[in-house]
């Protein structure tokens, strides 16, 4: 991967939102209940406990930082300093 996804938890407050909107499916918030089959959003106090980031899918596509309406949600590029500076010569 050529970025880095950076998620504020202390912020989230598992709308789900980043996750209907993830055209790859990347996204996924911790839904277990264990009383039953049925899947639950685990929040707690308004905060969701985690929301799981399937790197392999992950395009970087920024969809997912669009759709959060608390901007919880960021993509960093890991581009090489280097690299960046041969690039901005040509």
């Known amino acids: 991967m050529a970025f880095a996804m950076h998620i504020n938890m202390e912020k989230c407050t ?3 939102n980043c996750v209907v909107a993830c055209p790859v499916n990347a ?3 911790c839904t277990v209940d264990p009383v039953s089959s049925d899947k639950i959003y685990l929040v707690q106090n308004g905060k969701a406990i985690s929301l799981d980031l399937n790197k392999e899918l992950c395009a ?3 969809v997912c930082v669009e759709a959060c309406p608390y901007s919880v949600i ?3 590029s ?3 300093v280097a690299v960046a500076a041969v690039s901005e010569e040509h």
């Open 27 to 29: 996204l996924e918030l």
């Open 14 to 16: 598992g709308c789900n």
């Open 74 to 76: 960021r993509l960093v």
């Open 60 to 62: 970087g596509c920024g």
């Open 78 to 80: 890991h581009v090489p």
